[in-house]
């Protein structure tokens, strides 16, 4: 493919959508700010219109935040010498690094870095539809509302009059799974990272006043 078409695809999506995404290059983190790169890429992927890449990348940066935010309340925020980093993060990192998404929620929870309804909506919600969906490569959630049977209309070039009607079920065939699911990501790519983005900020906060 001609390189030029990539480059007009990238400038023309840069040019329509960098305004919309900009504010999101500005934040401020006291306690997350590993997070920073990944918020880079993934509004990045959301300008040149790369959903299913921002949805999953949404998904890593939702999922190593919450651990890094059990790791921060368990070693405590704010300076540390450099020199007792490795014993300071030791325990911690190893206790939080391996846990599920699940597991990262419902700990967040009990440790107060996440209200009920967050938690609510992380567990019913997101884990289901937006992990499982794109990071597990899961569509049943996503899918499972279409109506059992589509009606699809097949002809034949050799009788071009000769049309038949045939039922075929969209939740099975991956074809129409995979229709279902690029529609998703562009609905919703934006409005995901968008929440995870405010999410972190508040979870940010709450650190924060663990010092």
């Not at 997350?32 to 998904?59: H, P, Q, R």
Request: glycine share 6%.
């Amino acid at each position: 493919m001609n390189k030029g078409i990539f480059e007009k695809a990238f400038a023309d999506n840069l040019n329509a959508n960098f305004e919309k995404h900009a504010k999101y290059f500005g934040f401020k983190f006291y306690v997350l700010t590993d997070l920073g790169t990944i918020i880079f890429e993934v509004n990045k992927c959301l300008i040149l219109k790369f959903d299913k890449a921002a949805i999953t990348l949404t998904n890593h940066l939702l999922e190593r935040a919450l651990k890094l935010a059990l790791i921060y309340n368990e070693a405590g925020v704010g300076p540390k010498p450099v020199e007792n980093w490795t014993e300071t993060f030791s325990g911690p990192s190893k206790k939080y690094n391996s846990i599920n998404l699940g597991s990262s929620i419902e700990q967040c929870k009990k440790a107060g870095l996440l209200t009920q309804d967050e938690k609510d909506h992380l567990f019913d919600t997101i884990r289901v539809l937006m992990r499982n969906g794109f990071s597990h490569a899961d569509p049943s959630e996503i899918v499972k509302n279409l109506p059992d049977k589509t009606p699809v209309f097949v002809g034949r070039f050799d009788k071009p009059s000769d049309i038949q009607k045939v039922n075929l079920d969209p939740k099975v065939i991956p074809a129409f799974q995979s229709l279902t699911m690029d529609g998703f990501a562009r609905d919703f790519s934006f409005k995901y990272f968008d929440f995870v983005y405010g999410l972190l900020i508040r979870v940010d906060e709450r650190l924060k006043c663990l010092e």
